[in-house]
């Protein structure tokens, strides 16, 4: 891979689960990719970067070693990466809400399980060898650790192993493969990294522009405009009840002495809950709208 150094380089997943929200998240942040016929790589229309399609496996790797000074991959990947290195040679900066998923022991319906004791002498199958080996370091446990590749979960049908560690989002795989989940070793969601080798002057800067527009479509995800009204004197209740709102605005209602519209971004989920203690306060006409775009 030959890489211009005049732009930035993002580590994307080619094909798999990643793959098109990662891409997603680039478009929301208003970079046009580029669709290109070689499908290892393409530019941005009108920003100064080239995205890199690989394994999800080679991102760590790849930002770790500045050949892409940006990276999207799922923790899973990235702290299994990780405890195989001294120190890290990339940051996390910024967990980006998909690709969510849990990384389970689970054991045979016909085995009981009760507690982590019940791992001592056993075999466990899975994908993830050093945070299986961490979790059961941490509980004192002895237990072998058969790495596999892939099809994890027949491992006990197979008799290669008595426990799987692996992947689980719905659990279908699991039932399908009659196995239960009995411990969580990691939550995991996709995650924005940065290589921590030093980037020039020029981009520095074009990193700062991706990076607080990738803010941007972040703070959006969670916020919401709300306006309701409201008398004078259940407004500091209701700014009170506002979830993580500041400095609401306030303006008299025309015609209405007394009654005043209040607006705010909430950068907190709203759930309905919370319209209903602002109704109880008070409040009424509750709108809560959708933010396209925000920057700080
Ligand atoms: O080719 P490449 O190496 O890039 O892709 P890959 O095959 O290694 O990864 P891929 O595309 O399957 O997953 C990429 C990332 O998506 C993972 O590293 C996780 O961070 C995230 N992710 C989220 C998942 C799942 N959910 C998931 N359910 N990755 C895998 N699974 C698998 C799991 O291994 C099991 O086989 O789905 C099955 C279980 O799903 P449920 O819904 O039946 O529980
Ligand atoms: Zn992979």
Redesign the pocket.
Known sequence: MLADRSRLHIAL??????SESSQQLLRDAGFRIQTTKNSLTAGVENFPAELMFV???DIPTFVSDGVCEFGIV?Q??LEEFALGQAEPKYEVLAELGF???SLKLAAPESLTYEGPQSLAGTRIATSYPRLTERFLRERGVDATVVKMNGAV?LAPRLQIANFVC?????????EANGLRPVETVLE?Q?VLLRTRKPLDEARSQIAAGLLSRVDGVLATKESKYIMLNATEDSLEQITAILPGAEAPTILPLHGRPGHFAVHAVCQESIFWETLQKLKSAGASAILVVPIEKMMM
């Open positions: 997943q080619k094909s798999g689960r990643l394994r999800d496996d799922g899973n990947v690709g969510r998923c979960e692996d992947l689980v989002s719905t659990g279908a795989t699991l995991s996709a």
